[in-house]
C-alpha cells in the first residue's frame, strides 16, 4: 500500500503519537510531526483536518539538562482563518515543560491554572498573557464548559513569572482564584502588565498578587500599560471600564511591602503612590532593608523631592550601621544633625539604594529636574537618577 493511500485515522494516530513521544529528546518535539504532514497532499490535508494539529506562527523548543525537559516559545496559535485555539487541546508533553511563553495567546486563568497543573513539577519560567473575559470567546470555550478541579497547585521550581492581564472589569473573582490557588513558594521574579488603565490596579489587581508575595521576592514590577481599543495589539478586547474606583491607601502598598522584605528590585505603577509614613519606614529599614533598585511615579514636585530625601538619609544611614564615615557634603548637616539626635534607632541590615527613576507630571518636571534635583545632589552621590515626566 502506497503512503498516500493510508485511511485517514491511521495517520492521525501516527501523528498524534510522533508528538507525544518524540523518542530521544529532540530540538523540537513538533519537529516530526510537522515533517509528516509534508509527505504528500493528502497527508497535508490530513494533517490540518484534525483541531489538534495547528498552524504555529513561532515555536520553539529546547532540551535542558540531561532529562526530559522542554523549553517552549509559542507566540501565537491559529486554526484556519486566525480563529484562537485552546493551548490545552493540543498534545504537547506539558509535564516536561521547564520554560514555557505564550505571550503572544490570550487565556482565560482556569486555563492558566490548567497549564500550571498539567507543568507544575517541571516549570520554573512562564510568561503568560491573562484575559479576563467571557467564556463565549473561542479560546477558552471549550475548557471552561468543562469541570474545572479548584485544587490548590504548587509549585516548588517556578521562580520567575511574567504576566500580562488584560482585564474587563469583572473579573475580580477570577484573578484573585488564580493567584490564591496557585501556589508559588520559591517565586523570585514577578512582573505583572497591567492592560486597561490606572484603575486596574486601584480597583483590585494589588490585593490579588498579594499570595505570589513572598520573602523570596528579590524583583517586582508592576507596570501600568494603556489600554488598547477594540480589538488591540494583543488580541483582547479589555472592555467596559468601571466609572469609580478605591484610591490605594498607604496601609495598602506597606502592607505589600511588608510581605516582601528581601525584594531588592522594585518598580511601581504611578497609581502607587508612597506616602511620607512610608517613606520614613524605608528610610530607616522598617520596611525593604534589602532595596537598592527604586522606579516609581510621584504625585507632585514636592512628593519627589521627598522620594530623594529618602534615599540620601537612607544611605547615610546604611554606610554608619556599616561602619563607614559619614559623607561630606552641605545637603547632608541636617541629615547627619539628626541621626546624632538619634532619630534612627532601628540597627537591623539596611542597604543602599544606588538607582532612582521617578516619574514625575508633566507640568512639574522642568522646575524638578532644574531645581530640586540639583539640591540632593551631595547626597545621593553614587546614585543613579532618571527623572521622567507623565501626563
Same mark, same amino acid.
Given at each position: 500500500?502506497?503512503?498516500?493511500?493510508?485511511?485517514?485515522?491511521?495517520?492521525?494516530?501516527?501523528?498524534?503519537?510522533?508528538?507525544?513521544?518524540?523518542?530521544?529528546?529532540?530540538?523540537? /518535539?513538533?519537529?516530526?510531526?510537522?515533517?509528516?504532514?509534508?509527505?504528500?497532499?493528502?497527508?497535508?490535508?490530513?494533517?490540518?483536518?484534525?483541531?489538534?494539529?495547528?498552524?504555529?506562527?513561532?515555536?520553539?523548543?529546547?532540551?535542558? =539538562?540531561?532529562?526530559?525537559?522542554?523549553?517552549?516559545?509559542?507566540?501565537?496559535?491559529?486554526?484556519?482563518?486566525?480563529?484562537?485555539? @485552546?493551548?490545552?487541546?493540543?498534545?504537547?508533553?506539558?509535564?516536561?515543560?521547564?520554560?514555557?511563553?505564550?505571550?503572544?495567546?490570550?487565556?482565560?486563568?482556569?486555563?492558566?491554572?490548567?497549564?500550571?497543573?498539567?507543568?507544575?513539577?517541571?516549570?520554573?519560567?512562564?510568561?503568560?498573557?491573562?484575559?479576563?473575559?467571557?467564556?463565549?470567546?473561542?479560546?477558552?470555550?471549550?475548557?471552561?464548559?468543562?469541570?474545572?478541579?479548584?485544587?490548590?497547585?504548587?509549585?516548588?521550581?517556578?521562580?520567575?513569572?511574567?504576566?500580562?492581564?488584560?482585564?474587563?472589569?469583572?473579573?475580580?473573582?477570577?484573578?484573585?482564584?488564580?493567584?490564591?490557588?496557585?501556589?508559588?513558594?520559591?517565586?523570585?521574579?514577578?512582573?505583572?502588565?497591567?492592560?486597561?488603565?490606572?484603575?486596574?490596579?486601584?480597583?483590585?489587581?494589588?490585593?490579588?498578587?498579594?499570595?505570589?508575595?513572598?520573602?523570596?521576592?528579590?524583583?517586582?514590577?508592576?507596570?501600568?500599560?494603556?489600554?488598547?481599543?477594540?480589538?488591540?495589539?494583543?488580541?483582547?478586547?479589555?472592555?467596559?471600564?468601571?466609572?469609580?474606583?478605591?484610591?490605594?491607601?498607604?496601609?495598602?502598598?506597606?502592607?505589600?511591602?511588608?510581605?516582601?522584605?528581601?525584594?531588592?528590585?522594585?518598580?511601581?505603577?504611578?497609581?502607587?503612590?508612597?506616602?511620607?509614613?512610608?517613606?520614613?519606614?524605608?528610610? @530607616?529599614? !522598617?520596611?525593604?532593608?534589602?532595596?537598592?533598585?527604586?522606579?516609581?511615579?510621584?504625585?507632585? *514636585?514636592?512628593?519627589?523631592?521627598?522620594?530623594?530625601?529618602?534615599?540620601?538619609?537612607?544611605?547615610?544611614? %546604611?554606610?554608619?550601621?556599616?561602619?563607614? /564615615? /559619614?559623607?561630606? =557634603?552641605?545637603?547632608?548637616?541636617?541629615?547627619?544633625?539628626?541621626?546624632?539626635?538619634?532619630?534612627? %534607632?532601628?540597627?537591623?541590615?539596611?542597604?543602599? !539604594?544606588?538607582?532612582?527613576?521617578?516619574?514625575?507630571?508633566? *507640568?512639574?518636571?522642568?522646575?524638578?529636574?532644574?531645581?530640586?534635583?540639583?539640591?540632593?545632589?551631595?547626597?545621593?552621590? =553614587?546614585?543613579?537618577?532618571? !527623572?521622567?515626566?507623565?501626563?
Amino acid at each position: 500500500m502506497a503512503a498516500q493511500d493510508l485511511p485517514a485515522d491511521v495517520l492521525l494516530n501516527i501523528f498524534h503519537l510522533c508528538l507525544e513521544d518524540p523518542g530521544p529528546i529532540p530540538d523540537d /518535539p513538533l519537529r516530526s510531526s510537522r515533517s509528516l504532514s509534508q509527505v504528500c497532499t493528502s497527508w497535508r490535508r490530513i494533517f490540518f483536518s484534525d483541531l489538534r494539529w495547528i498552524a504555529i506562527g513561532h515555536a520553539s523548543t529546547t532540551a535542558l =539538562g540531561d532529562g526530559r525537559e522542554y523549553r517552549m516559545t509559542i507566540t501565537h496559535l491559529v486554526q484556519g482563518a486566525n480563529r484562537p485555539v @485552546n493551548p490545552l487541546d493540543i498534545p504537547l508533553p506539558w509535564s516536561y515543560i521547564a520554560s514555557l511563553d505564550l505571550h503572544g495567546l490570550p487565556i482565560h486563568p482556569r486555563v492558566a491554572l490548567r497549564l500550571f497543573q498539567n507543568s507544575y513539577t517541571t516549570l520554573a519560567e512562564a510568561y503568560l498573557q491573562i484575559h479576563v473575559q467571557t467564556t463565549s470567546t473561542p479560546t477558552t470555550a471549550s475548557t471552561l464548559a468543562q469541570p474545572f478541579p479548584m485544587l490548590q497547585t504548587t509549585l516548588r521550581r517556578l521562580t520567575k513569572v511574567h504576566l500580562i492581564i488584560i482585564d474587563d472589569a469583572r473579573g475580580s473573582d477570577e484573578l484573585k482564584d488564580f493567584f490564591t490557588i496557585a501556589h508559588l513558594p520559591k517565586l523570585k521574579h514577578l512582573r505583572v502588565e497591567a492592560v486597561g488603565g490606572l484603575s486596574l490596579w486601584r480597583r483590585h489587581l494589588l490585593s490579588s498578587i498579594l499570595p505570589w508575595c513572598s520573602r523570596h521576592v528579590e524583583q517586582l514590577d508592576l507596570i501600568q500599560v494603556p489600554p488598547v481599543p477594540a480589538v488591540g495589539r494583543l488580541g483582547a478586547d479589555v472592555g467596559p471600564q468601571p466609572t469609580t474606583t478605591r484610591h490605594l491607601t498607604y496601609q495598602d502598598v506597606e502592607d505589600l511591602f511588608q510581605s516582601i522584605p528581601n525584594v531588592r528590585f522594585l518598580r511601581l505603577p504611578r497609581c502607587i503612590l508612597l506616602h511620607s509614613t512610608t517613606l520614613r519606614k524605608l528610610e @530607616n529599614g !522598617i520596611l525593604l532593608p534589602f532595596l537598592q533598585v527604586l522606579e516609581v511615579g510621584t504625585s507632585s *514636585a514636592e512628593n519627589g523631592d521627598d522620594i530623594l530625601s529618602m534615599v540620601a538619609r537612607r544611605n547615610l544611614e %546604611a554606610g554608619c550601621r556599616a561602619g563607614l /564615615p /559619614p559623607m561630606v =557634603g552641605p545637603s547632608n548637616a541636617v541629615i547627619q544633625a539628626g541621626f546624632q539626635a538619634g532619630e534612627h %534607632a532601628n540597627d537591623g541590615p539596611l542597604y543602599p !539604594i544606588f538607582s532612582v527613576d521617578l516619574s514625575i507630571p508633566e *507640568a512639574d518636571a522642568e522646575f524638578f529636574s532644574r531645581d530640586c534635583l540639583s539640591q540632593h545632589l551631595g547626597g545621593l552621590e =553614587g546614585v543613579e537618577v532618571e !527623572i521622567g515626566a507623565w501626563v
